[in-house]
């Protein structure tokens, strides 16, 4: 029997004038690892939700066909019930933690499900090691960051050990380390103890490795069900906003078949003798390590925002910025790159003058608008034209929807909107910082964004944007600066800064070793290209010879 | 906000905490209810010395006696001042302010302080008593078995619980992103009443998400949840006999009228070895569970 099973379901949110999702089939098997892909919009989180039980008994609206969560029927069972049998993480770590210990928080499903003191301990015990969060039972919920937020969520929803774990964006608002870490521990549950996963993910790079299968969504309808490498053959054919790096970069080279990950790739290109020596893993330590050397920037031009020598330090608690010397020059696009707390967002605040440093100065050419993690928290009027001028909503592409509510919006529309308030002002920006803008978004957004974002900065006002997302950061930025525990550990051209590391890096970057400072599809491809020729010049001498 | 001072159950390695919270909760009620059920300001006092002492023993000494400084001390200041401009009791006249409208003639008597003070010492004793359960008493687990107990209420309160930092951060978060706005936000009584508006306005999309997690942790089909099955620890023991021995010893001084106090017409306070003795008592059989620290790590 199917852990999961949609049959033609149709789904209309309450009020909404046409179906979220439509004629949805699809059947997940116990332990299979299933990604469910598409762009903004296509329907992921309703068919999650639908398989959660979420729809149609909590949001209401107006359900069509069947869905079965192991074997119970979706529109008989509410979510609690259901959730006996699937589990679910959804985006928001803030919203998905109830009690006030980790302890608590793991035990609440089972005890609410009437298990045993006895059972309930172990069960705590062993999820809480499984999952690496032993050291966090006793810590309140209130102290931890996002990312531990998130484990704990996804513990939480594991401690009842389900036959089903339905994830909507697990990672978003994780590092790439922490991110890794989360798939390679869904996977090892999902290998070690035979449960499905259903994970909705926008980074498809990060995921297809550890995939059985991929399910692929578009206007609320399934277009695409077959293996990671099915998908990747369809999506550079018919959807190429889906196709990770890798596979882009593969299509571009003329290689086939395109690769899950950067593991199949290396291979692949192993095989075809394109992985030269020094790509094969054999790199000395001396080349990273000369890249991510400290670079500070001088220049006679007046900088559109210097930090110098910053300091954050809290009262009582710990030091959260190090002497931190930054110069941006005006037009400049950098991105800060680093681990969750590593300072990235205490520097942005700095930048925009809503903390003062302990010690060290902050100085700037003009205004730095400062654009935070969710657009949202901007919005306080019931129309866009309220929110901002004119102008500044005609520049953020937004001039023809002065009508309609923020809360409406489409994500990369909200989050313009937000930008077009904090740019509003008399006085143009010298400025503009961004805090994880791309967190949620898919490829076809981030990439608006980035566009966006180059036309400001060609104006000439500087960029300086933190993010997670290598991909993002190679496609938009020309500076990347490295922070770790408060110190910046690298700045330099982005090239160097994620062409050498190992989770830093994009893609591209970690399947050539940086080879040539690829970090984006269409380098690597060039890169790949070049040593076909080559291959094929020598093998032209050796046949001459 | 630096964690450490503010006002919450966090665990600590201290016997108090290593009870479970129904009894840490009844522990702190206990020393609550033997402040209502005494007058006498030397009883009172050693109650005081005793919710003070237990606080620090249980590691969370700072945080109460900082709220204490911030809300109790205003309010027994207000206690005082009342009952002095209302009560007509008193025969010890220290100052006549003459004739105060609604009022009528006001005259201070020294009675009336005595008794405020009283009263206000009576109300701190509550008042901390009450904190000492907010910082020793599990949340979670009072929750758990309130809810055998009544389990709407119980998800109503975990709910709430759960909302109100959630909104607080969102109004946190609302707040900041107005100081990034050009002219810097609306600033005083206007900006705030502007983040208050869009956080109540954001208060129904979240509580609607986490109430959507608790009815996937199975709220709606909670059943009849067992016992604890948990043994009782020696703390569990300790906790419960200290709590019970200060109510009996309230009761003895309350039923044998041991350390008669009275405040109007004039001040009568009987001082004897009974009374003093009564309090030390409490004092020493309300701290005596706090020299056993084994099994307080968890």
Same mark, same amino acid.
């Given at each position: 029997?199917?852990?999961?099973?949609?049959?033609?379901?149709?789904?209309?949110?309450?009020? %909404?004038?046409?179906?979220?999702?439509?004629?949805?089939?699809?059947?997940?098997?116990?332990?299979?690892?299933?990604?469910?892909?598409?762009?903004?919009?296509?329907?992921?989180?309703?068919?999650?939700?639908?398989a959660?039980?979420?729809?149609p008994?909590?949001?209401g609206?107006?359900?069509?066909?069947?869905?079965?969560?192991?074997?119970?029927?979706?529109?008989?069972?509410?979510?609690a019930e259901?959730?006996r049998?699937?589990?679910?993480?959804?985006?928001?770590?803030?919203?998905?933690v109830?009690?006030?210990?980790?302890?608590?928080?793991?035990?609440?499903?089972?005890?609410?499900?009437?298990?045993?003191?006895a059972?309930?301990?172990?069960?705590?015990?062993?999820?809480?090691? !499984?999952?690496?969060? %032993?050291?966090?039972?006793?810590?309140?919920?209130?102290?931890?960051?996002?990312?531990?937020l998130?484990?704990?969520?996804?513990?939480?929803?594991?401690?009842?050990?389900?036959?089903?774990?339905?994830?909507?964006?697990?990672?978003?608002?994780?590092?790439?380390?922490?991110?890794?870490?989360?798939? @390679?521990?869904?996977?090892?549950?999902n290998?070690?103890?035979?449960?499905?996963?259903?994970?909705?993910?926008?980074?498809?790079?990060?995921?297809l490795?550890?995939?059985?299968?991929?399910?692929?969504?578009?206007?609320?309808?399934?277009?695409?069900?077959?293996?990671?490498?099915?998908?990747?053959?369809?999506?550079?054919?018919?959807?190429?906003?889906?196709?990770?790096?890798?596979?882009?970069?593969?299509?571009?080279a003329?290689?086939?078949?395109?690769?899950?990950?950067?593991? =199949?790739?290396?291979?692949?290109?192993?095989?075809?003798?394109?992985?030269?020596?020094?790509?094969?893993?054999?790199?000395?330590?001396?080349?990273?390590?000369?890249?991510?050397?400290?670079?500070?920037?001088?220049?006679?031009?007046?900088?559109?925002? =210097?930090?110098?020598?910053? @300091?954050?330090?809290?009262?009582?608690?710990?030091?959260?910025?190090?002497?931190?010397?930054l110069?941006?020059?005006?037009?400049?696009?950098?991105?800060?790159?680093?681990?969750n707390?590593?300072?990235? !967002?205490?520097?942005l605040?700095?930048?925009?003058?809503?903390?003062?440093?302990?010690?060290?100065?902050?100085?700037?050419?003009?205004?730095?608008?400062?654009?935070?993690?969710?657009?949202g928290?901007?919005?306080?009027?019931?129309?866009?034209d =309220?929110?901002?001028?004119?102008?500044?909503?005609?520049?953020?592409?937004?001039g023809?929807?002065?009508?309609?509510?923020p809360?409406?919006?489409?994500?990369?529309?909200? =989050?313009?909107?937000?930008?077009?308030?904090?740019?509003?002002?008399?006085?143009?920006?010298?400025?503009?910082?961004?805090?994880?803008?791309?967190?949620?978004?898919d490829?076809?957004?981030?990439?608006?964004?980035?566009?966006?974002?180059?036309?400001?900065?060609?104006e000439?006002?500087?960029v300086?944007?933190?993010?997670?997302?290598?991909e993002? %950061?190679?496609?938009?930025?020309?500076?990347?600066?490295?922070?770790?525990?408060?110190?910046?550990?690298?700045?330099g051209?982005?090239?160097?800064?994620?062409?050498?590391?190992?989770?830093?890096?994009?893609?591209?970057?970690?399947?050539?070793?940086?080879?040539?400072?690829?970090?984006?599809?269409?380098?690597?491809?060039?890169?790949?290209? !070049?040593?076909?020729?080559?291959?094929?010049?020598?093998?032209?001498?050796?046949?001459?010879? | 906000?630096?964690?450490?001072?503010?006002?919450?159950?966090?665990?600590?390695?201290?016997?108090?905490?290593?009870?479970?919270?129904?009894?840490?909760?009844?522990?702190? *009620?206990?020393?609550?209810?033997?402040?209502?059920?005494?007058?006498n300001?030397?009883?009172?006092?050693?109650?005081?010395?005793?919710v003070?002492?237990?606080?620090?023993?249980?590691?969370?000494?700072?945080?109460?006696?900082?709220?204490?400084?911030?809300?109790?001390?205003?309010?027994?200041?207000?206690?005082?001042?009342?009952?002095?401009?209302?009560?007509?009791?008193?025969?010890?006249?220290?100052?006549?302010l003459?004739?105060?409208?609604?009022?009528?003639?006001?005259n201070?008597?020294?009675?009336?302080?005595?008794y405020?003070?009283?009263?206000?010492?009576?109300?701190?004793?509550?008042t901390?008593? *009450?904190?000492?359960?907010? *910082?020793?008493?599990d949340?979670?687990?009072?929750?758990?078995?309130?809810?055998?107990?009544?389990?709407?209420?119980?998800?109503?309160?975990?709910?709430?619980?759960?909302?109100?930092?959630?909104?607080?951060?969102?109004?946190?978060?609302?707040?900041?992103?107005?100081? *990034?706005?050009?002219?810097g936000?609306?600033?005083?009584?206007?900006? $705030?009443?502007?983040?208050?508006?869009?956080?109540?306005?954001?208060?129904?999309?979240?509580?609607?998400?986490?109430?959507?997690?608790?009815?996937?942790?199975?709220?709606?089909?909670?059943r009849?949840?067992?016992?604890?099955g948990?043994?009782?620890s020696?703390?569990?023991?300790?906790?419960?006999?200290?709590?019970?021995?200060?109510?009996?010893?309230a009761?003895?001084?309350?039923?044998?009228?041991?350390?008669?106090?009275?405040?109007?017409?004039?001040?009568?306070?009987?001082?004897?070895?009974?009374v003093?003795?009564?309090?030390?008592?409490?004092?020493?059989?309300?701290?005596l569970?706090?020299l056993? $620290? $084994?099994?307080?790590?968890?």
């Amino acid at each position: 029997m199917s852990v999961l099973e949609l049959d033609r379901v149709t789904y209309t949110y309450p009020g %909404a004038s046409s179906a979220a999702i439509s004629d949805v089939s699809l059947a997940i098997e116990p332990g299979e690892f299933c990604v469910l892909a598409g762009l903004s919009g296509s329907g992921k989180s309703t068919v999650l939700r639908a398989a959660a039980g979420l729809v149609p008994h909590f949001h209401g609206g107006r359900f069509a066909g069947t869905a079965l969560v192991g074997g119970l029927d979706t529109r008989e069972h509410g979510a609690a019930e259901i959730g006996r049998i699937a589990g679910t993480v959804l985006q928001d770590p803030e919203t998905q933690v109830i009690m006030t210990t980790v302890r608590a928080e793991l035990a609440l499903s089972l005890e609410n499900r009437g298990h045993g003191a006895a059972f309930v301990a172990r069960a705590v015990e062993e999820t809480a090691l !499984s999952l690496g969060i %032993a050291h966090l039972l006793d810590r309140p919920t209130s102290e931890l960051s996002g990312g531990e937020l998130q484990r704990v969520a996804l513990a939480s929803a594991l401690a009842s050990r389900p036959a089903l774990v339905l994830l909507d964006e697990p990672t978003s608002q994780l590092d790439p380390v922490a991110g890794d870490e989360l798939i @390679w521990q869904l996977r090892r549950l999902n290998q070690e103890g035979d449960t499905a996963v259903l994970l909705i993910e926008h980074r498809l790079e990060r995921c297809l490795a550890a995939a059985d299968r991929v399910i692929a969504l578009a206007g609320g309808r399934v277009v695409c069900d077959r293996d990671p490498g099915g998908f990747l053959e369809w999506a550079a054919e018919l959807e190429p906003a889906l196709a990770t790096p890798g596979a882009r970069m593969f299509a571009r080279a003329g290689l086939r078949p395109p690769p899950t990950g950067v593991k =199949q790739a290396r291979a692949a290109l192993r095989r075809a003798g394109l992985l030269d020596g020094a790509a094969s893993g054999q790199l000395t330590t001396e080349a990273p390590l000369r890249r991510s050397r400290l670079r500070r920037r001088r220049t006679g031009q007046t900088p559109a925002l =210097q930090l110098s020598g910053v @300091w954050h330090e809290l009262t009582r608690g710990p030091t959260i910025l190090r002497a931190v010397d930054l110069q941006v020059a005006p037009g400049e696009r950098v991105v800060l790159m680093g681990r969750n707390g590593a300072g990235k !967002s205490t520097l942005l605040r700095h930048a925009a003058r809503l903390l003062q440093p302990t010690r060290g100065r902050v100085r700037s050419a003009g205004r730095v608008a400062l654009l935070l993690q969710n657009p949202g928290d901007y919005f306080l009027h019931e129309r866009v034209d =309220q929110e901002a001028p004119t102008a500044a909503l005609e520049t953020a592409g937004l001039g023809d929807l002065g009508a309609r509510n923020p809360r409406d919006l489409s994500g990369g529309q909200r =989050q313009r909107l937000a930008l077009a308030i904090v740019l509003g002002g008399d006085e143009p920006a010298a400025v503009i910082a961004l805090d994880e803008p791309t967190r949620g978004m898919d490829t076809a957004s981030k990439r608006s964004l980035a566009r966006w974002l180059r036309g400001r900065a060609a104006e000439g006002t500087a960029v300086l944007l933190a993010t997670h997302d290598a991909e993002f %950061a190679a496609e938009f930025a020309e500076r990347a600066v490295l922070l770790a525990d408060g110190r910046v550990i690298a700045d330099g051209p982005v090239a160097e800064v994620l062409a050498g590391g190992r989770y830093f890096a994009t893609e591209t970057a970690r399947i050539l070793d940086g080879a040539g400072g690829a970090i984006l599809p269409e380098q690597g491809a060039d890169v790949i290209l !070049s040593r076909v020729a080559a291959a094929a010049a020598r093998a032209e001498g050796g046949v001459r010879s | 906000m630096n964690g450490a001072t503010r006002i919450g159950y966090v665990r600590r390695p201290s016997p108090l905490h290593a009870a479970r919270a129904t009894v840490a909760a009844t522990y702190g *009620c206990a020393l609550a209810v033997a402040a209502l059920m005494t007058q006498n300001p030397i009883l009172l006092g050693g109650l005081l010395a005793t919710v003070l002492a237990a606080s620090f023993a249980a590691g969370v000494g700072r945080e109460i006696t900082r709220a204490a400084r911030v809300a109790a001390l205003p309010m027994v200041v207000l206690t005082v001042l009342v009952n002095v401009l209302v009560s007509r009791e008193g025969l010890t006249v220290f100052a006549r302010l003459g004739d105060w409208g609604v009022l009528g003639q006001v005259n201070l008597t020294v009675e009336a302080v005595v008794y405020g003070l009283v009263l206000a010492l009576r109300l701190l004793v509550v008042t901390l008593s *009450c904190l000492l359960v907010v *910082c020793a008493a599990d949340p979670d687990e009072l929750l758990f078995s309130f809810r055998r107990i009544s389990p709407h209420s119980a998800l109503t309160a975990a709910l709430t619980t759960r909302l109100i930092p959630v909104l607080g951060a969102d109004a946190r978060r609302l707040a900041e992103a107005q100081r *990034c706005r050009p002219d810097g936000g609306a600033r005083g009584a206007r900006g $705030r009443l502007a983040v208050m508006r869009a956080t109540v306005a954001g208060a129904l999309d979240r509580s609607l998400d986490v109430a959507a997690v608790l009815e996937m942790r199975g709220y709606g089909a909670a059943r009849a949840a067992r016992g604890s099955g948990r043994e009782l620890s020696r703390h569990d023991v300790a906790f419960a006999v200290a709590g019970a021995a200060v109510v009996l010893i309230a009761l003895y001084a309350s039923v044998t009228g041991a350390g008669s106090f009275t405040a109007y017409p004039l001040v009568h306070l009987e001082v004897s070895w009974e009374v003093i003795s009564l309090a030390g008592a409490m004092l020493v059989v309300s701290l005596l569970p706090f020299l056993d $620290r $084994r099994g307080v790590q968890r």
